[in-house]
């Protein structure tokens, strides 16, 4: 049962991918998000579940579909369900990398319902696990995780937002050493990187968005790595709403266990731009192949999963006239 749950909500990254992917390179990110969320949406309908979605697309009032609160599925096991049908808009409008279409799903109750705001994270992989904390200085981080992977320093690449809130991480991280990779978009791949060997990614840190750090953090309990955020509000209505939403001490150190409560979690993306982490999606003249990545926290399994969906057989991908 547990695996062809996985399987199930494999299949609905999938058709947000390939939905999504129809628009890569088209310079039209709202068309691409749009798309990956209707295919989302509409393979969601036919599962067995009775979902709830505690990280979606925003308010209902800010969302026709895919938002916070609604429920999906045909009724079946009661589960929480995070998503982000298209991690990267603008990664995928201008054919760039690591574009991911991504859910994470959890016994009801078991997710934190994030509210829309920042988070400051940190994030590890196993082979660093427990070298890193939210509250250790950049440069202690760095450090840290170079020991614990037996590393000189200069050898330890920390992937940040390339946003202008980070000037001043990026500079201490620069004098402390290390490399890094700068990123555009897409934080929950940036997280996740650091705990898949072949990325070249070691540690990530700074401030994205809240309900990609559940997101994240359901990944990296799931393949046994380090994840740590702190909220980080930007007037009293977020941290209203953060009041009454959250479960934990908003102004604590929102750990792995705090963020997802379960040891029953399971985490899926699949690529829809070529990445590091995932190949993006492949159309060709008989039909579409996907390159997914599938962890289970519950029976400790990664599994990297290529799928081929031949033309006549799309249960949800649909292609632009």
């Known amino acids: 049962m547990r695996n062809t749950r996985i399987v199930e909500m494999l299949e609905v990254t999938e058709a947000a991918a390939l939905a999504a992917g129809r628009w890569m390179g088209k310079g039209n990110k709202d068309a691409a998000d749009l798309a990956a969320v209707?295919?989302?949406?509409?393979?969601?309908?036919?599962?067995?579940?009775?979902?709830?979605?505690?990280?979606?697309?925003?308010?209902?009032?800010?969302?026709?579909?895919?938002?916070?609160?609604?429920k999906v599925g045909g009724g079946g096991e009661e589960i929480d369900i995070a998503v982000d049908p298209l991690e990267g808009t603008n990664l995928t409008a201008y054919g760039q990398p690591n574009s991911l279409a991504v859910l994470?799903?959890?016994?009801?109750?078991?997710?934190?319902?994030?509210?829309?705001?920042?988070?400051?994270?940190?994030?590890?992989?196993?082979a660093a696990n427990g070298a890193v904390h939210i509250?250790?200085?950049?440069?202690?981080?760095?450090?840290?995780?170079?020991?614990?992977?037996?590393?000189?320093?200069?050898?330890?690449v920390v992937c940040i937002l390339e946003r202008d809130?980070?000037?001043?991480?990026?500079?201490?991280?620069?004098?402390?050493?290390?490399?890094?990779?700068l990123i555009s978009?897409?934080?929950?791949?940036?997280?996740v990187a650091t705990a898949i060997e072949g990325t070249?990614?070691?540690l990530y840190m700074g401030a994205g968005g809240a309900p990609e750090g559940v997101l994240a953090a359901t990944a990296m309990k799931c393949i046994g790595g380090t994840f740590m955020g702190r909220f980080q509000f930007r007037s009293d209505e977020e941290r209203a709403r953060a009041e009454k939403m959250a479960n934990c001490d908003i102004d604590e150190v929102l750990t792995m266990d705090c963020l997802v409560n379960t040891d029953e979690a399971a985490f899926i993306a699949t690529g829809v731009t070529d990445g590091e982490l995932l190949r993006g999606v492949k159309y060709f003249g008989q039909g579409a192949r996907t390159h997914s990545l599938a962890m289970d926290n519950k029976t400790g399994t990664v599994r990297f999963i290529e799928t081929v969906y031949r033309t006549g057989n799309e249960k949800f991908w649909v292609r632009m006239d």
């Open 165 to 181: 809130r980070h000037n001043d991480l990026i500079k201490e991280v620069r004098a402390s050493g290390a490399r890094i990779r």
């Open 185 to 191: 978009d897409g934080d929950v791949f940036g997280a």
């Open 104 to 126: 994470a799903f959890g016994p009801k109750g078991t997710l934190l319902n994030a509210p829309d705001t920042y988070m400051w994270k940190v994030a590890a992989g196993p």
């Open 200 to 202: 070249g990614i070691h």
């Open 38 to 70: 209707e295919a989302m949406r509409q393979a969601f309908d036919i599962l067995d579940i009775s979902g709830e979605i505690v990280i979606g697309e925003g308010e209902r009032d800010e969302a026709p579909m895919l938002y916070i609160g609604e």
């Open 135 to 156: 509250d250790a200085t950049p440069t202690e981080n760095v450090i840290n995780v170079a020991k614990a992977l037996k590393r000189p320093v200069e050898d330890i």
